[in-house]
């Protein structure tokens, strides 16, 4: 027997084969590791709420004989439906902010924050701009036909829609005008936006063409050409 048992050893020592360095290991990287301590973490917090919870609500049992004394399971259950309600009102909250202000709130990984323009520059919203200024331009230029060639002279005028100097800005905010200018071939500033516009502003110029520019350069051409 016991010869057996040594032919048997020796068999197998000969029968290894040797191993050698820099073999493939299945590990994890870096960025799963951090996700998966985040989960482990996550799904332990929410275990010990329900625990605390589950003891608090039994507690509470002692004094009310209509509170049914719960399970580990059950408030566990309890916490996961209450949690999914939570998720459905949130969202519900966001769908109604975002139809109150259509383009106002951009996806910022599980939640949403406010766009600014200086950031998130809207191209439709720089499109609408631009239009208005150039639908204000074609309505002035059938007042000068009607009038000998001269733009009302101020922005109140009667005979002029009112509404067309209030742009295209959400709150309202009336566009700029400087009387005393008439269409021709210079250049200069006849209605611009205000600075609640934000960093790059749209502009009427006398000869008909309707431009973007920096707040600073529309500033610093305003006062060249009108003064202080």
């Known amino acids: 027997m016991t010869v057996r048992k040594t032919t048997a050893a020796a068999f197998l020592l000969l029968a290894t084969t040797p191993a050698f360095a820099g073999m493939p290991s299945l590990d994890l990287t870096d960025v799963a590791k951090a996700r998966l301590d985040v989960i482990s973490f996550f799904i332990f917090v929410y275990l010990l709420c329900a625990l605390i919870f589950r003891w608090l609500w039994n507690l509470l049992s002692k004094?009310?004989?209509?509170?049914?004394?719960?399970?580990?399971?059950?408030?566990?259950?309890?916490?996961?439906?209450?949690?999914?309600?939570?998720?459905?009102?949130?969202?519900?909250?966001?769908?109604a902010r975002e139809l109150m202000t259509p383009g106002a709130w951009?996806?910022?990984?599980?939640?949403?924050?406010?766009?600014?323009?200086?950031?998130?520059?809207?191209p439709w919203l720089d499109a609408a701009r631009q239009r208005w200024l150039e639908t204000l331009r074609d309505a002035l230029r059938d007042y000068a036909a009607k009038h000998d060639g001269k733009l009302p002279p101020h922005a109140y005028v009667t005979d002029f829609n009112a509404t067309l100097w209030k742009g295209a800005s959400p709150d309202g905010h009336w566009l700029i005008y400087i009387p005393g200018l008439t269409f021709g071939p210079a250049n200069r500033v006849l209605?611009?936006?205000?600075?609640?516009y934000g960093p790059k502003r749209w502009a009427l110029l006398t000869d008909g063409t309707v431009v973007q520019m920096n707040a600073e350069e529309l500033d610093e051409r305003v006062r060249k050409e009108f003064g202080p």
């Open 191 to 196: 209605v611009y936006e205000p600075a609640t």
């Open 63 to 95: 004094d009310f004989a209509w509170m049914p004394r719960l399970t580990f399971r059950r408030s566990l259950a309890l916490l996961i439906v209450a949690g999914l309600f939570l998720y459905f009102i949130l969202t519900m909250i966001s769908g």
């Open 106 to 122: 951009a996806k910022n990984g599980i939640t949403y924050k406010l766009r600014t323009p200086d950031r998130d520059p809207q």
